[in-house]
């Protein structure tokens, strides 16, 4: 009995082999971009986001070059304190470390006996002391990233410090008042919601009347009706860009909200009549039935008897609905712009204008990433029964 | 309480037709079954009386009043469908109620009305329950509770048993029977099940094809078939078909079945007189053909030889799978009965009891 449990286990290694590797090959590029996220800005493109919890590299060359004299606080000489702010200050670069350290002391060389750092060394030394000195805080991790990416802050240092002092941009204020910002992740967050949140909901509000109708009304061309509405999930959403652009140029649509409530709702509905039609349609008529013979219209029926039953395909539907256009850019390039811009676009706009500006752009990849998951963890059991909805009945 | 008509009734799926001028007279707290086999057009008829199917032409009147073109909820009707359509995301309690309350009865009648029912049907302990979370039994109650609670005047049955295991499906039929006889009320309840059929129904609507075939007593269907196929339907096994001939010899009809003969009995022979010399089908039910020793006192019977092919014994009886020439039939006989796989037997035909179909028509000669 023993052995077989002991076979049983070992028979299902592999497969949790495989899963661990699969949890491994999401987890970790996003624990490095979530790592990344949370590290200064100065040391995002120097060093890998594994590297955070490693002592300066600036500290090494400092205890073997340095210490012997200056003191592994820096104080210990006091005609040389290196924790004075005002003598460390004025040496930005390498390239003046290196000169000073070149020059004699009292005729006798600065570094004794020791060769010269080499000039990335005088760098790291120099960024070093700068932390060493207090000019510069060099905490492992911060949350400037999040606020720079939320308040839309677009200089060479950080919103925290250019606030400080009082250098920020004529977009800024300074006050809570930045997050609504509108070149900010946080404006977008919210533009985001405005525009995700309707569009799931009302295709999915009027797919459920029709799924309703065509799965339990007899009417004359119910057939023809629904093949050709499910034969409609086949257009290419990119075809209709422009006569509906221009449609809403038109009627002054463009740029507004409802632009794209109405366009997600049209491609959304499709496949949602097509999704919750075999799902009522798999239900037990003798149920509807019953309910017909009970007292009940169509239209208690169906919020009586329906849409209860239908929650777990309604639920995966939304959940389907609302990542796509959540992840969605190109609707929202096309109908909404820079007007009123969401995370999708605020996110491409970094990579193009601010090459260099990848801290920010791992702080705004989480914050677009943070409702998609709250959404999938807390719905996994919808999510896993929509993937099965029409296939498997129940 | 009401009487139901099915006046010419027809209903056709587009080409087939389900139903075939059906006329069917029910009367108040009768409690009628339509039996036959599947595909027949019963539960077709059923629908078409609750409005779940559009009848294409005739009339369907519960009272006096044409209830064709009425929507189902006003036609004061309740159904026991065979799933039981109990709705799953209601407990036993709102599953009762959801008719009463659609029809905005008054929350304290309602309680009264579901809390009554309840007992009446002993699942008041399972009130809050989930359908779900009852056994096939339990949710059958549910399903009749529901039904009892609307106070319908027609209630309907659609073989509301089929799910149910041997036992409880028994016990079941006892419990509607009883409910019948409480409610005072009239039921039309569908089966494909003779038994059922037999031990429940004031009367037996026999259908075929879509048409009725007789509609009479259990007993009168029993004893008087009138045509070949519900004499063939009713009773288990299946009585057995002889095709005969009906010759006059010295006085007296004799059927003449190729590899035996028996003479029609006096009291038997008038109806038969005008058929002689035709060609007939005998029917005899397996429990009229006996084991020579043990068949009762004061019956006319015809000795048959028989070569016994499969014998099986149900403890009260035995059934023999018989030959006579080349023509297999089935006989029910005593317990005791000697007869073994592979013997020449002799058997005792009760000829009080047998029937005689016309050949072409099929129908019972009387």
């Known amino acids: ?394 | 309480m009401a009487s139901v008509t099915y006046d010419h009734v027809t209903k056709k799926f587009g080409e087939t037709t389900a139903i075939n001028d059906l006329n069917i007279a029910i009367e108040d707290k009768e409690f009628l079954v339509l039996v036959g086999p599947s595909g027949c057009g019963k539960s077709t008829a059923l629908r078409c009386l609750a409005g779940l199917e559009e009848i294409t032409s005739g009339r369907i009147l519960i009272g006096s009043r044409d209830v064709s073109n009425v929507a189902p909820k006003d036609r004061d009707i309740a159904m026991v469908f065979q799933s039981y359509a109990l709705y799953p995301h209601m407990s036993v309690y709102d599953n009762m109620a959801f008719g009463l309350k659609l029809r905005k009865t008054p929350k304290s009648e309602i309680d009264r009305r579901v809390k009554q029912a309840a007992e009446t049907l002993g699942i008041g302990h399972l009130l809050g329950r989930k359908p779900k979370q009852l056994s096939g039994g339990q949710r059958q109650r549910v399903a009749v509770g529901r039904a009892i609670v609307r106070e319908p005047a027609v209630f309907l049955f659609d073989e509301p048993l089929s799910n149910l295991d041997a036992k409880l499906r028994v016990q079941t039929r006892a419990e509607i029977s009883k409910l019948h006889q409480r409610l005072q009320t009239t039921f039309i309840y569908v089966t494909h099940d003779q038994v059922e059929a037999m031990t429940m129904a004031s009367r037996i609507a026999v259908l075929k094809d879509g048409v009725l075939q007789q509609l009479d007593s259990p007993q009168n269907l029993y004893d008087l078939p009138t045509n070949v196929f519900v004499a063939g339907f009713i009773g288990s096994p299946a009585m057995n078909f002889f095709d005969a001939r009906l010759n006059r010899g010295n006085g007296k009809l004799v059927v003449d079945a190729g590899t035996f003969s028996v003479t029609v009995p006096e009291n038997k022979a008038g109806p038969y007189q005008p058929h002689a010399g035709q060609n007939v089908i005998l029917g005899i039910r397996p429990e009229d053909i006996h084991d020579p020793n043990y068949s009762p006192p004061g019956i006319h019977q015809a000795l048959v030889s028989a070569r016994v092919e499969m014998t099986e014994l149900m403890g009260n009886e035995v059934f023999l799978y018989l030959t006579t020439g080349d023509k297999n039939y089935t006989a029910r006989v005593d317990p005791r009965s000697q007869a073994r796989i592979g013997r020449d037997i002799q058997v005792a035909m009760n000829v009080d009891n047998m029937q005689l179909f016309d050949k072409g028509t099929e129908l019972a000669i009387r």
């Open chain 1, 1 to 394: 009995m023993n052995t077989d449990r002991l076979r049983r286990r070992l028979g299902g290694l592999p497969i949790h082999i495989l899963l661990l590797g699969l949890c491994a090959l999401w987890l970790l590029p996003t624990l490095g971009l979530l790592v990344t996220s949370l590290r200064p800005f100065q040391v995002v493109t120097e060093s890998g986001w594994w590297t955070a919890l490693r002592p300066p590299p600036g500290a090494q060359v400092y205890a073997t070059q340095c210490a012997e004299c200056h003191g592994s606080n820096g104080a210990q000489l006091p005609e040389a304190d290196l924790s004075d702010p005002a003598l460390v200050g004025p040496y930005r670069r390498s390239i003046m470390l290196l000169g000073m350290l070149r020059d004699e002391i009292d005729g006798q060389p600065h570094m004794g006996g020791k060769p010269l750092p080499t000039p990335q060394e005088a760098a790291d030394v120099v960024d070093y002391l700068r932390g060493l000195s207090g000019i510069e805080t060099h905490s492992a991790f911060t949350f400037d990233n999040y606020i720079d990416a939320l308040t839309g802050y677009r200089g060479t240092t950080n919103y925290r410090t250019d606030c400080a002092a009082g250098t920020q941009s004529v977009d800024l204020s300074c006050t809570l008042a930045d997050l609504g910002n509108p070149r900010g992740m946080g404006r977008a967050f919210l533009n985001s919601l405005m525009v995700a949140v309707p569009s799931t909901i009302l295709p999915i509000l009027f797919a459920a009347f029709a799924a309703y109708a065509f799965a339990w009304m007899s009417f004359r061309g119910r057939i023809v009706l629904f093949a050709l509405l499910v034969g409609l999930q086949v257009v290419p959403l990119q075809m209709t860009l422009i006569p509906i652009s221009r449609l809403y140029a038109d009627l002054g649509l463009t740029g507004t909200f409802l632009a794209v409530w109405l366009f997600h709702t049209g491609f959304g509905m499709p496949y949602a009549i097509y999704l919750l039609r075999n799902f009522l349609g798999g239900l037990p008529r003798e149920l509807f039935e019953s309910a017909y013979l009970d007292g009940a219209s169509h239209w208690t029926a169906f919020y009586r008897l329906a849409i209860p039953l239908a929650v777990p395909a309604i639920a995966s539907l939304a959940i389907f609905q609302f990542l796509w256009i959540w992840n969605d850019l190109l609707v929202a390039l096309v109908f909404l712009g820079g007007q009123n811009p969401v995370l999708t676009y605020q996110i491409s706009n970094m990579v193009t204008s601010l090459g260099s500006g990848w801290h920010l752009l791992t702080a705004a990849a989480f914050i677009s990433m943070l409702l998609p998951m709250i959404i999938f963890l807390s719905l996994q059991r919808y999510f896993v029964r929509g993937l099965l909805a029409g296939s498997v009945k129940g």
